[in-house]
């Protein structure tokens, strides 16, 4: 059963750091593009960022631009989001995503193939 399975999400204050992983199982996903996703309460999700199949690619969304950072161990079918300087407004589900047979880099509207369950952050003022 291919599973993904993110884990790190906590309660912070605005403007410190959180790392979260997501580890995949019941494939390798080393030569997929990955992704995160994210839900805030009462909105619809919305991409964070993604990285193509050897990590040397990634794309974000203006907004976390220049703060978040994705990266991969495809050794350890594991992907990251490095979170830095969070907001109150980052508060979220955040969900990892596979795109199983993509290689180049996930754009925000690329079909996800397996979603995760999610993390919640929460960055209080």
Do not use: H
């Not at 992983?21 to 805030?40: V, Y």
């Not at 964070?48 to 994705?70: E, M, P, Q």
């Not at 407004?89 to 995760?116: F, Q």
Request: proline share 3%.
């Amino acid at each position: 059963q291919v599973q993904l399975v993110e884990s790190g999400g906590g309660l912070v204050q605005a403007g410190a750091s959180l790392r979260l992983s997501c580890a995949g199982t019941g494939r390798s996903f080393s030569r997929d593009g990955m992704g995160w996703f994210r839900q805030a309460p009462g909105q619809e999700r919305e991409f964070v960022a993604s990285i193509n199949w050897s990590g040397g690619s990634t794309y974000y969304a203006d907004i976390v631009k220049g703060r978040f950072t994705i990266s991969r161990d495809k050794a350890k079918n594991m992907v990251y989001l490095q979170m830095n300087s969070l907001k109150p407004e980052d508060t979220a589900i955040y969900s990892c995503a596979a795109y199983i047979g993509y290689t180049d880099t996930p754009l925000p509207r690329t079909g996800v193939t397996y979603w995760g369950t999610g993390t919640l952050v929460t960055v209080s003022t």
